[in-house]
């Protein structure tokens, strides 16, 4: 029953959407203020239907019922409760199922967070977003019902496929979908701005919270993602160009370039068109990165089953709209006055740089990703664009912005006075170059790649640590600024975390027997034993592994090797010793030993040093990005306390 | 075979067997027979597809075939090959598709020159763009100056 | 003002290529031996007695054994699946007795093998044993079952990633064999 009744809820919310998409629209451009005040209802409307749509699915799940073909594919009795429960998204249907939750949770936060706007712009937004909602509830309903009944019921289902049976499941997709939906916000509002034909700095200071918000979730879900890649699959790496995650990754630019687009068209009233242009990009490439994981064009570890047909739906949804808010675009950007004119050497121009740089990144990943599909169809052959294309091309460009990260912020709008900046930024410059020469020895051996690396992370730290200290001296700044030099200064966290693990990393794959040990990174690694060991729906083969420095034992891992009831294909669990400048990374391999006889295994052992950096970095962008956004919001409250005073 | 001979030859032996040996008594074995030739194996295999996998390179892979691929592989190196030998071997039996790293040629000069080529255009229209800022605080155009006069007008 | 189209424009060219992209399968590598000269080989016979010192007759076979004639050689494998759903569409074929097929067993054992012949047919003219897979790579065989037309001079014409089906051989290999046999 709940099935049915978690499906009556999705047409009854794509209905809602329908209405929450066109009457709100209409009623804005035609000053009907009956219409216009449909919008807030309609948009929580839809978000309770949403709600308890996936409140049933999630139900089907934990009871385990298997006569919901979708729960039989995806999920299993002996699976674990929490596993059950995040398998609602582990397959296509359930993530699109998420993926409505997510935009009608935003809406309704704009619903709710939207008082002060004048309310014909609230009402294009909420029906920009309810027709977006509308498409994907339609996609759903036709081609990727997740409610669809087995009959007759499996008597048990086919398992969470074993790689996502882990925690990074439970939080890796949502925090990934609140940042692609997130962006949907920062499309509506570019869209209601084109539509009402009104572009102006309240615009952007509107639009400017939600977006950082947004691009906040983007930054820990891709993280999260990396970081789940690297202690779940086994061989210790945390990036690999894959089509899905360069879907993920594309956005991310896009939409840093947008938040410092943003940052200009608030302040100085320029860029406009540049700053819908991006809103619209952003978004885009996240319907783009959708369709790539769904539709089987792109081959991948991350995409799901195929189905062409999915495909053509998805592809007909882009085209519509990312084609009509493109050809809104070309039609209304004309119109749109052109803002403060801005010196060669102002802030302005700097962050067109950083913009210019940022887009031309994000248009070679996607030219890296998309090109075997552009050279098949074709019919030139197939090619593959792997992690070497992507690295030579990425890492150059990424240099320059490096750079100017520490330039930026010193730079004033207008018109920037370089001697000055040069004067204040000559101690940075020192202290990087001899960072650059003389760090590397201290670790290991030379590299320019290394120095270079460790010089523009030095370069960065130094120079924002000299400017918090200049700027405190006129008192205490507020959040925005704080912000703005948190999210850098991971940047700089990232960039030397990347170069160190990347310069130094040491992989050692040996043969062990009981007792045998393996030298690395200054570390003893000796194998204990292996014991077999049930879990609640495998069987595991499970190392003790001792780590031991200087003769004392600093700790006892256990990675295991697990067989799933449900697959063929053995699974390994590393076991990683975590530490601040370094990681200890061990993973079985494959039993040498004869049936019966003392263990022998092939173990690979990683000394990764430096690399918890590599997300330290991404929490600190991410909490430089919370702290810029709630400084909107201080403001907000303190402009309603005046309000109030001034009432009283 | 004479005395000496036969001496020379077993401690020859003998040094060889304990050349390959672990160096303390408990300390493990490399996996791989010679390291040297794994190591250059791995730099190679990270620039190969594996062909039977979802995305994943020849380094990591466990499936059948590229065990099979990294044992030919092995046996190149230890033939001498240069890695581009090893490389236009693999190539010349599953194509372009099997390198990570697409090869430059005239189907993919888009590819390698892309980036560059949108980042010299958009440094251009950087340039252009800053240009025309630099004086727009100027004079507004005759249809403009209507349009103020209109206002201005309306006001008062 | 029209600069302000070129992102659609962008856009729709790439939306051309996206559904043209819906048609292909990202995973099926052409092979690059097509038009070349088939690698050479000289492999046990599958029916010979691995134990019989090496030299004897018929004991082995290599394709310039082919010369002169129009071939076809299939890999196949007694634990692939899909080589039984194409098996009998092979099986018809050399009831037509227009071309020799050579069958190549690959990373197989002759046990498992010839009890796999004897229970679904023996469509081959005879069958090579390619224990190590190594024969396999030099052909770029990368899933099985995979065929190859080959021709009078020993030069590839055609390779068949996956199943032979009635359809493909209908329209694809019998005529090809009847051009290569003119």
């Known amino acids: 029953?709940?099935?049915?009744?978690?499906?009556?809820?999705?047409?009854?919310?794509?209905?809602?959407?329908?209405?929450?998409?066109?009457?709100?629209?209409?009623?804005?451009?035609?000053?009907?203020?009956?219409?216009?005040?449909?919008?807030?209802?309609?948009?929580?409307?839809?978000?309770?239907?949403?709600?308890?749509?996936?409140?049933?699915?999630?139900?089907?799940?934990?009871?385990?019922?298997?006569?919901?073909?979708?729960?039989?594919?995806?999920?299993?009795?002996?699976?674990?409760?929490?596993?059950?429960?995040?398998?609602?998204?582990?397959?296509?249907?359930?993530?699109?199922?998420?993926?409505?939750?997510?935009?009608?949770?935003?809406?309704?936060?704009?619903?709710?967070?939207?008082?002060?706007?004048?309310?014909?712009?609230?009402?294009?937004?909420?029906?920009?977003?309810?027709?977006?909602?509308?498409?994907?509830?339609?996609?759903?309903?036709?081609?990727?019902?997740?409610?669809?009944?087995?009959?007759?019921?499996?008597?048990?289902?086919?398992?969470?496929?074993?790689?996502?049976?882990?925690?990074?499941?439970?939080?890796?997709?949502?925090?990934?979908?609140?940042?692609?939906?997130?962006?949907?916000?920062?499309?509506?509002?570019?869209?209601?701005?084109?539509?009402?034909?009104?572009?102006?700095?309240?615009?952007?200071?509107?639009?400017?919270?939600?977006?950082?918000?947004?691009?906040?979730?983007?930054?820990?879900?891709?993280?999260?993602?990396?970081?789940?890649?690297?202690?779940?699959?086994?061989?210790?790496?945390?990036?690999?160009?894959?089509?899905?995650?360069?879907?993920?990754?594309?956005?991310?630019?896009?939409?840093?370039?947008?938040?410092?687009?943003?940052?200009?068209?608030?302040?100085?009233?320029?860029?406009?068109?540049?700053?819908?242009?991006?809103?619209?990009?952003?978004?885009?490439?996240?319907?783009?990165?959708?369709?790539?994981?769904?539709?089987?064009?792109?081959?991948?570890?991350?995409?799901?089953?195929?189905?062409?047909?999915?495909?053509?739906?998805?592809?007909?949804?882009?085209?519509?709209?990312?084609?009509?808010?493109?050809?809104?675009?070309?039609?209304?950007?004309?119109?749109?006055?052109?803002?403060?004119?801005?010196?060669?050497?102002?802030?302005?121009t700097l962050l067109l740089i950083n913009n210019v740089l940022l887009m031309v990144a994000a248009a070679s990943v996607l030219l890296g990703t998309l090109y075997p599909l552009l050279i098949d169809a074709l019919g030139l052959g197939k090619l593959s664009v792997g992690p070497p294309y992507f690295n030579s091309v990425f890492m150059p460009l990424m240099l320059p912005l490096l750079f100017l990260i520490a330039v930026g912020p010193l730079a004033r709008w207008k018109q920037a006075d370089a001697r000055d900046m040069a004067q204040r930024l000559r101690l940075a410059a020192v202290l990087a170059v001899i960072a650059g020469i003389g760090l590397p020895f201290l670790i290991g051996a030379w590299t320019p790649l290394v120095a270079l690396g460790l010089l523009l992370a030095v370069w960065i730290f130094a120079s924002t640590a000299f400017q918090i200290r200049e700027r405190l001296k006129s008192g205490w700044p507020p959040r925005s600024f704080w912000g703005m030099h948190a999210a850098h200064f991971g940047i700089a966290v990232f960039v030397v975390g990347v170069t160190l693990v990347k310069g130094y990393e040491v992989e050692k794959d040996v043969r062990m027997a009981v007792g045998e040990t393996v030298e690395i990174g200054g570390y003893t690694v000796k194998l204990l034993g292996v014991n077999q060991v049930p879990g609640p729906n495998y069987v595991a083969q499970r190392g003790d592994v001792e780590l031991s420095k200087g003769g004392q034992v600093r700790a006892v891992l256990h990675p295991e090797k697990r067989n799933y009831f449900s697959s063929q294909m053995p699974m390994t669990e590393t076991a990683i010793d975590s530490g601040f400048t370094r990681d200890l990374y061990v993973s079985l391999g494959e039993p040498l030993n004869a049936p019966g006889a003392a263990p022998v295994w092939s173990v690979r052992v990683y000394y990764k040093p430096f690399i918890v950096w590599i997300w330290g970095g991404c929490l600190f962008m991410a909490l430089g990005g919370a702290l810029a956004a709630s400084d909107r919001r201080y403001r907000l409250k303190v402009k309603q306390q005046a309000l109030q005073g001034a009432a009283a | 075979m004479s005395r000496a001979g036969f001496v020379l030859s077993l401690s020859l032996a003998l040094a060889l067997q304990l050349a390959s040996a672990p160096a303390r008594a408990n300390e493990a074995a490399p996996l791989a027979d010679d390291p040297v030739v794994e190591q250059r194996l791995l730099v190679i295999a990270e620039e190969v597809r594996c062909l039977v996998c979802q995305n994943e390179s020849l380094a990591g892979s466990r499936a059948d075939l590229a065990q099979d691929l990294r044992r030919e592989i092995r046996s190149l190196i230890k033939q001498g090959k240069t890695d581009k030998e090893v490389m236009d071997f693999l190539v010349s039996r599953?194509?372009?598709?099997?390198?990570?790293?697409?090869?430059?040629?005239?189907?993919?000069?888009?590819?390698?020159?892309?980036?560059?080529?949108?980042?010299?255009?958009?440094?251009?229209?950087?340039?252009?763009?800053?240009?025309?800022?630099?004086?727009?605080?100027?004079?507004?155009?005759?249809?403009?100056?209507?349009?103020?006069?209109?206002?201005?007008?309306e006001k008062s | 003002?029209?600069?302000?189209?070129?992102?659609?424009?962008?856009?729709?060219?790439?939306?051309?290529?996206?559904?043209?992209?819906?048609?292909?399968?990202?995973?099926?590598?052409?092979?690059?031996?097509?038009?070349?000269?088939?690698?050479?080989?000289?492999?046990?016979?599958?029916?010979?007695?691995?134990?019989?010192?090496?030299?004897?007759?018929?004991?082995?076979?290599?394709?310039?054994?082919?010369?002169?004639?129009?071939?076809?050689?299939?890999?196949?494998?007694?634990?692939?699946?899909?080589?039984?759903?194409?098996?009998?569409?092979?099986?018809?074929?050399?009831?037509?007795?227009?071309?020799?097929?050579?069958?190549?067993?690959?990373?197989?054992?002759?046990?498992?093998?010839?009890?796999?012949?004897?229970?679904?047919?023996?469509?081959?003219?005879?069958?090579?044993?390619?224990?190590?897979?190594?024969?396999?790579?030099?052909?770029g065989v990368y899933g099985v079952p995979e065929t190859y037309v080959i021709d009078k001079a020993g030069l590839i014409r055609f390779k068949q990633i996956g199943p032979v089906t009635n359809e493909i051989l209908q329209t694809k290999i019998l005529p090809l064999i009847k051009e290569l046999q003119r």
């Open chain 1, 1 to 348: 029953m709940t099935p049915e009744l978690g499906q009556l809820a999705l047409i009854l919310a794509f209905l809602v959407a329908l209405i929450q998409g066109v009457l709100p629209i209409v009623g804005a451009h035609r000053g009907h203020a009956g219409w216009i005040a449909l919008a807030r209802p309609a948009a929580q409307t839809q978000f309770a239907l949403i709600l308890f749509s996936f409140a049933c699915l999630m139900q089907a799940f934990v009871a385990n019922d298997f006569s919901v073909a979708y729960v039989a594919g995806h999920s299993n009795s002996k699976l674990p409760t929490m596993y059950r429960a995040s398998a609602v998204w582990g397959g296509h249907e359930g993530s699109l199922l998420l993926w409505v939750l997510m935009l009608s949770g935003w809406t309704l936060a704009v619903s709710l967070f939207s008082r002060q706007l004048p309310q014909a712009m609230v009402a294009r937004v909420i029906g920009v977003l309810g027709l977006v909602s509308a498409g994907f509830l339609m996609f759903m309903l036709f081609t990727s019902d997740p409610f669809d009944r087995l009959l007759p019921a499996a008597a048990d289902g086919q398992d969470l496929n074993p790689l996502l049976q882990d925690p990074g499941l439970v939080f890796h997709p949502p925090m990934l979908y609140m940042g692609y939906v997130g962006f949907s916000v920062a499309f509506a509002f570019a869209i209601a701005a084109l539509l009402a034909g009104r572009l102006d700095a309240a615009w952007a200071r509107w639009s400017r919270p939600w977006t950082t918000v947004a691009w906040v979730f983007l930054t820990l879900g891709i993280a999260l993602g990396s970081y789940w890649a690297y202690y779940e699959l086994g061989w210790g790496g945390w990036w690999f160009w894959d089509p899905v995650e360069n879907a993920s990754f594309t956005p991310w630019l896009v939409g840093t370039a947008l938040i410092h687009s943003l940052a200009v068209t608030e302040k100085r009233g320029s860029f406009k068109n540049w700053t819908v242009l991006l809103a619209i990009c952003a978004f885009s490439l996240s319907l783009l990165g959708t369709f790539l994981v769904r539709s089987g064009v792109l081959t991948s570890v991350h995409a799901f089953a195929a189905d062409p047909k999915r495909g053509v739906f998805i592809l007909l949804f882009l085209t519509v709209v990312i084609g009509g808010s493109l050809a809104l675009f070309a039609w209304r950007a004309p119109k749109v006055s052109m803002g403060g004119a801005f010196g060669v050497v102002s802030r302005e």
């Open chain 3, 1 to 139: 003002m029209k600069r302000f189209l070129i992102p659609l424009a962008l856009f729709m060219v790439l939306a051309v290529f996206l559904a043209l992209g819906l048609n292909r399968n990202p995973s099926e590598v052409p092979s690059p031996l097509v038009g070349k000269p088939a690698p050479m080989f000289t492999l046990p016979r599958l029916d010979a007695d691995p134990q019989a010192p090496a030299g004897t007759a018929n004991a082995s076979f290599s394709p310039k054994d082919m010369a002169g004639k129009v071939w076809l050689l299939n890999v196949w494998a007694s634990w692939c699946v899909s080589c039984r759903v194409e098996h009998p569409v092979l099986v018809d074929f050399a009831k037509l007795n227009i071309a020799p097929l050579i069958g190549l067993d690959y990373k197989d054992q002759r046990a498992d093998a010839k009890g796999w012949l004897a229970k679904f047919g023996d469509p081959y003219t005879l069958s090579v044993v390619d224990a190590d897979g190594r024969v396999g790579i030099d052909y």
């Open chain 2, 94 to 153: 599953y194509g372009d598709y099997v390198r990570y790293r697409p090869p430059v040629k005239p189907s993919t000069w888009l590819l390698w020159g892309g980036p560059f080529v949108l980042l010299a255009a958009g440094l251009a229209a950087l340039v252009l763009f800053v240009r025309r800022r630099r004086g727009t605080s100027a004079a507004l155009s005759p249809e403009e100056q209507r349009e103020a006069a209109a206002l201005l007008g």
